[in-house]
């Protein structure tokens, strides 16, 4: 409760400084879960980024993919929001007028059956690897051919874009795109219904109003949520946390389980993971 009373102060805070200097193109305020991100993690160093391999029931090309992240990234102007520190180090995003899409492919023809999965999660983890939410690009897109009608299709995308709970509707509208493109058909525009942009923006003049900060910490002082309740167990009850004192814990999910979570995507023409 102490911190998210803290960042409220800060709020109050940001909401003097931002009637001084109104957010432009090149400052675009940050969200507070943006916010807690730069202040915990060094992006520079650290990336996050949902990674997926899909076997799709139609023949890809390069090409065509190409098309479909240069489409993706037209609809959606989240692609190209970028960090970067002021002059004053302070941390701030700017919206770029364009980006280039990030397509590439993997011959493994020649590969033996044994040896393909290695290869693949290696030019996963490239591909991932490949990503900055600084410098871009914040997608990546890659076809693995194994000879004949085998492939995979390896997606990376930044959480900065695409979250965990976005990403089946991120798949979705990109093999939408894609089918629509291999069936020689014009694929409809989605664009959204408010761009980041916007969001950013609103979201930003709403929390920094006096009435809202002074709401909230209304309701977070009340007496009701401050009594004193047993404090969980730690090992530096004095310490911050940051990246240094983090560890990481990376797990390979089988494909019987990766199968069993088919019913999120079978209204996209039966591709799988």
């Known amino acids: 409760?102490?911190?998210?009373?803290?960042?409220?102060?800060?709020?109050a805070q940001l909401s003097a400084q931002r009637s001084a200097h109104p957010p432009t193109d090149e400052?675009?305020?940050?969200?507070?879960?943006?916010?807690?991100?730069?202040?915990?993690?060094?992006?520079e160093e650290h990336g996050w980024a949902n990674t997926l391999a899909l076997t799709v029931p139609w023949q890809l090309?390069?090409?065509?993919l190409r098309a479909t992240a240069e489409i993706l990234l037209q609809e959606h102007d989240i692609f190209r929001l970028r960090f970067?520190?002021?002059?004053n180090g302070r941390w701030a995003q700017r919206m770029l007028p364009s980006v280039e899409a990030r397509v590439g492919s993997h011959d493994m023809t020649e590969l033996k059956e044994q040896e393909r999965h290695g290869a693949v999660y290696e030019a996963a983890r490239r591909l991932q690897m490949g990503l900055s939410i600084m410098e871009g690009p914040v997608m990546a897109l890659a076809l693995c051919e194994f000879g004949g009608a085998e492939q995979k299709l390896l997606v990376s995308v930044s959480k900065h874009v695409v979250d965990g709970y976005s990403l089946q509707f991120f798949i979705g509208e990109l093999l939408r795109i894609n089918y629509a493109l291999t069936s020689d058909q014009q694929?409809?525009?989605?664009?959204?219904?408010t761009s980041y942009k916007d969001y950013l923006l609103k979201l930003d003049k709403y929390t920094c109003q006096p009435m809202f900060v002074a709401r909230a910490?209304?309701?977070w002082h009340n007496p009701s949520r401050l009594r004193t309740l047993a404090p969980l167990p730690m090992?530096?009850?004095?310490?911050?946390?940051?990246?240094?004192?983090s560890r990481r814990v990376s797990v390979v999910l089988d494909a019987a389980l990766l199968q069993s979570l088919a019913n999120y995507i079978k209204t996209y023409r039966g591709a799988s993971f």
Do not use: C
């Open 1 to 11: 409760k102490d911190e998210l009373i803290g960042f409220l102060r800060d709020a």
């Open 27 to 43: 400052d675009l305020p940050l969200t507070p879960n943006q916010a807690w991100y730069l202040n915990t993690f060094d992006p």
């Open 61 to 64: 090309n390069t090409d065509r």
């Open 84 to 87: 970067y520190r002021t002059l």
């Open 187 to 193: 694929p409809a525009l989605r664009p959204a219904s």
């Open 217 to 219: 910490l209304s309701f």
């Open 235 to 245: 090992d530096m009850p004095r310490g911050r946390h940051t990246d240094v004192n």
